[in-house]
């Protein structure tokens, strides 16, 4: 069946739609969702989605192609379209067989999200998986198969060295901004450390926000490579550089109810350590009653699926436990977060000594973990090269080689001070109040919007004493930080 | 933050979408699927789920409104159009409770349903709920609960009848069309009988299909409730009347996987029952190895189900299992059905035994039912009324209340004859393969199109009788046939 081409204008990415009237699906016996085939004369025919209108300005002789669609085909305006029906793809049924409580083989999870990444499956189908492997969960097996076939799926980056060192946290914990402290050391340490972090998404904050401050975020692989071959290691968002996308586009899908089926979380982390081929990772698991990860009973079945996971994939790969309690370091938000990072990367006095430490802890187990270290002298080692400068000489090779942007640090031009309404001790610390105020004051879209935190957890505080500052570049925003309440952010006894 | 509107030339019923730039929504912090709030001088504002948009035509000062927003708002290009932040409905909290496994209560499935009517659930939210009751079931309160809310949601039909007949049959039998001899053999012994049926999905005609061959099918209440007033009775497509409208939507998000949780199917079935005041019910549950239901035990559990929901709702429902190892009937496609129904009506000589006896089985079991006949007698009473024309009169009188359409019948005007490669007894019917023959060769798009069965199993037959004929009104549809294996739909044995 012919049909005159007309333009719809969305553009939805790497995916291509149709739209067809009402009555010419139902002529031609087609729902939403349906595949077609899209032929239009010296071009290669294109397998795309369909979605019907109702009663349209789109007339029965047309097909509406979104704007992908309409480029792909290099399309003008009433060319002739032929449609015809195409199958479901395959991957279809074993989605269905997951929903039905069976294990999915190798082949059959690889399918998925080869269709998936090929943008053949709709974002309902999508949904279906997700719901499957939250109700039923992944196995082990099943989660190291997710895990490979998201790295096949996309894109990677190679190295040829033998040793590669990753990190990850499962966020909750505001401030916390260790990976840019990390990196420069174990860089600095001579070994290679290729880091594509998160931006925020509920929280004031990302790694990649906050590195954002700092130095350009990078997305071309092969620019990326070099710099890891020449300076040791980069930081950069993740998201940009498509590495694990069929990830990406399964976060869309549990985006609606805030899904995080754990196994593909656990594939979702792991993938983007293994498409830049690291060997040996770092996992921390802060536990505490504001972040993700509540008791240490959640921690220790987590602990267990990640080095079972690291296994099946062949990677060394260690779990702690950290306090997440309250944040780690004294700015939120990114520019305050760069700020403390550089404060303890020059090591100076009022650097905060909470993320320094948790620093050094960390990257002393990796420097063990690969080897650099002996057992139980990592730390010293970490300590070592971030007192003599060689962490801070690294961050800066790292932040030349990714194009430098600001060098000049400052909070928001409008703040508050929050103050203590009593005399006593500090014994609870909201993170998660703690966020939305950060949050709501602009970070991390305003860069130097956030929150400052004077006090920390088992302080004693007089009446009156600063407990925390927000900072705003829009002063308005100020204002709506009034609608939580700021003073139930520090809990404080007598 | 005020955008200028633009039209997208998309209608999707009534869910209110609108587009932003993906730029735009960035900064909004706003995902797709979120809800917004539209509002414009002069106009309530107006709630509407937010699709994204990347690097298009649409300009980050624009926001896209699909047509029925734009009409509802009652929209010209470049009106201001103020964009707010809404909460997500709480009935997305259900549906992830509902996803770990637990129970919802009769508020919360109503509010589920109630949003799912006001299109204020998106797709995807609609398809997490429906994966959440596939996996893990609804209970028997559940079901009941949802069949409420589904009605409850909806248009109903009123009536003073104090009894209101019903049928149902879970289909995947061709042909039969008994519904269209059991109405008018109820109608005339005096019992309402309000019938709305569905439309073809996957067969190659629904009863709906059928009888719109010869009526009109009417969509408007109160024109309805005042034939069924009239004559007693009326036989229409259920999804044009907006009886049940949550279900047609979840069914539109059961599609992609073709997925049938088994307590949306009842509450669906039963909801259409329920919104036109139905109190007893007959329900036909045909069992054979090509049909939905494939053993008795199967069927069991359906029928208990049937039951128990039956009584939740208060009404008095009767399961009966048929046999469904071959079509009931001779015609398969609207027309070629809707001549075996007249014929049947008419007393007709060569009317399929098949079809009538299983119309005069049921009508009985309904007339006894409703208490019209005395146990054990409903089979000669409905037989009676057949026989005496009356249900014939009837059928003509609903066909006039409706709207006449053809008188002739006729099948389709191409034919091709399949005969028996050997001698033998028929041994198996491919009730499934007849139905795709019928489908391909134009059913029931193409009303005289179908497949005429000219023998039946258990019968013996020659080498070269005829089996069955194919008809259809286009030529090269017969030839579109022969991609299946014409010979395999009966299997004769020596």
Same mark, same amino acid.
């Given at each position: ?27 031609? /016996?087609?729902?939403?969702? /349906? ?13 795309? *989605?369909? /979605? =019907?209108?109702?009663?349209?300005? *789109? ?24 449609? &015809? ?6 991957? %279809? ?11 999915? %083989?190798? !082949? ?87 880091? !594509? ?53 399964? =976060? ?9 089926? +754990? ?29 993700? =990860? ?6 220790? =079945?987590?602990?267990? #699926? ?66 650099? &270290?002996?057992?139980? #002298? ?60 950060? #949050? %709501? ?31 705003? /570049?829009?002063?308005? #925003?100020?204002?709506?930080?009034? +609608? ?11």
């Amino acid at each position: 069946m012919k049909l005159n081409a007309t333009k719809i204008p969305i553009r939805v990415g790497s995916k291509y739609i149709a739209v067809l009237n009402e009555k010419r699906a139902h002529f031609l /016996d087609l729902h939403a969702g /349906d595949r077609i085939i899209l032929k239009k004369k010296g071009q290669k025919p294109l397998r795309a *989605l369909l /979605d =019907i209108t109702e009663n349209s300005e *789109l007339k029965e002789t047309e097909v509406g192609l979104y704007e992908d669609t309409w480029s792909k085909l290099k399309t003008k305006y009433g060319d002739d379209i032929e449609i &015809a029906v195409a199958e479901k793809p395959i991957s %279809t049924t074993y989605i269905k067989k997951k929903l039905n409580g069976e294990r999915l %083989t190798t !082949t059959e999870l690889n399918e998925i999200i080869k269709d998936v990444v090929a943008e053949d499956l709709s974002d309902l189908e999508v949904a279906y998986f997700v719901s499957a492997c939250y109700i039923h969960g992944l196995s082990d097996r099943e989660t190291a198969d997710l895990t490979r076939s998201i790295v096949n799926n996309g894109n990677k980056l190679k190295f040829k060295n033998k040793v590669v060192a990753d990190k990850h946290c499962i966020g909750g914990v505001p401030g916390n901004r260790t990976t840019m402290i990390i990196i420069p050391i174990i860089a600095a340490a001579g070994i290679l450390m290729p880091k !594509t972090s998160s931006r925020a998404i509920t929280s004031p904050s990302g790694t990649a926000d906050t590195m954002e401050v700092l130095a350009n975020i990078l997305n071309q692989a092969p620019k990326l490579t070099k710099i890891a071959n020449k300076v040791g290691g980069f930081i950069t968002w993740g998201g940009g550089v498509d590495l694990a996308s069929a990830d990406d586009k399964m =976060i869309r899908a549990r985006h609606p109810l805030s899904l995080d089926p +754990q196994g593909m979380l656990l594939a979702s982390i792991m993938a983007k350590k293994f498409s830049v081929g690291s060997t040996h990772v770092l996992i921390d698991i802060p536990i505490g009653p504001q972040v993700k =990860i509540k008791t240490k009973k959640e921690g220790r =079945i987590l602990k267990r #699926r990640f080095e079972t996971l690291g296994k099946n994939l062949g990677m060394k790969v260690k779990v702690i436990f950290t306090n997440g309690d309250q944040p780690v370091g004294r700015g939120i938000g990114p520019s305050l977060e760069a700020m403390d990072v550089m404060k303890v990367l020059k090591n100076e006095e009022d650097a905060p000594s909470s993320l320094r430490e948790k620093s050094i802890k960390m990257a002393g187990i990796l420097l063990e973990l690969t080897g650099k &270290a002996k057992f139980g #002298r990592g730390s010293s080692m970490a300590r070592k090269i971030l007192k003599s400068g060689k962490a801070y000489d690294k961050m800066m090779e790292i932040i030349k080689a990714q194009g430098a942007k600001r060098t000049k640090l400052r909070p928001g031009n409008f703040s508050k001070i929050i103050r203590a309404g009593k005399d006593g001790k500090i014994i609870e610390v909201n993170n998660k109040l703690i966020a939305h105020i950060a #949050r %709501t004051a602009g970070a991390p879209k305003d860069q130097e919007a956030g929150v400052y935190i004077h006090k920390r957890l088992g302080e004693k505080v007089k009446k009156g004493e600063p407990l925390y500052t927000i900072y705003a /570049d829009i002063e308005e #925003r100020i204002e709506y930080t009034k +609608q939580y309440p700021l003073n139930k952010a520090f809990i404080i006894k007598k």
